[in-house]
C-alpha cells in the first residue's frame, strides 16, 4: 500500500507557473510509475502525465505538451509536476497516482493508490 501526500497549487494568473509535489510513503517508490490526473469542473477524470520507474519514459495529454512537465525524484520518494504557461482550461483539482507496476498508461485504473488532490485555479 503506497500513500501519497499533495502539496503545491493555488491561484494564478493565466501564464503563470505552479509546481505539484506528491511524497510517497509505503512501497518502495523507485518500484513503480507515477502520474498526475485532473478533473475540471464538471468534467470527468482525466490523465495529464506519467513517468516510468526510473523516469526513462514520460507522457502527456495533448493540450498540455510543452508547457506542463513530470519528474521524479527517487532519493526523496517525491513526483512533481511543473506547470507552465498556465490557462484557465487548466483549472482542476490535481491528483497524483501511483502505478500498479513499473510502467504507466493514461487508465486511472492502472493505478493503485491516489493523493489527496489540490487545487489549481487559473484565472484569465
Known amino acids: 500500500q503506497v500513500q501519497l501526500v499533495q502539496s503545491g497549487g493555488g491561484l494564478v494568473p493565466a501564464g503563470g507557473s505552479l509546481r505539484l509535489s506528491c511524497a510517497a510513503s509505503g512501497r518502495t517508490f523507485s518500484s513503480y510509475a507515477m502520474g498526475w490526473f485532473r478533473q475540471g469542473p464538471g468534467k470527468e477524470r482525466e490523465f495529464v502525465a506519467g513517468?516510468?520507474?526510473?523516469?526513462?519514459?514520460?507522457g502527456y495529454i495533448d493540450s498540455v505538451k510543452g508547457r506542463f512537465t513530470i519528474s521524479r525524484d527517487d532519493a526523496k520518494n517525491t513526483v512533481y509536476l511543473q506547470m507552465n504557461s498556465l490557462k484557465p482550461d487548466d483549472t482542476a483539482v490535481y491528483y497524483c497516482?501511483?502505478?500498479?507496476?513499473?510502467?504507466?498508461?493514461?487508465?486511472?485504473?492502472?493505478?493503485?493508490?491516489w493523493g489527496q488532490g489540490t487545487q489549481v485555479t487559473v484565472s484569465s
Open positions: 497516482a501511483a502505478g500498479r507496476g513499473p510502467i504507466y498508461n493514461k487508465y486511472a485504473t492502472s493505478f493503485a493508490s
Open positions: 513517468i516510468s520507474r526510473g523516469g526513462s519514459m514520460t
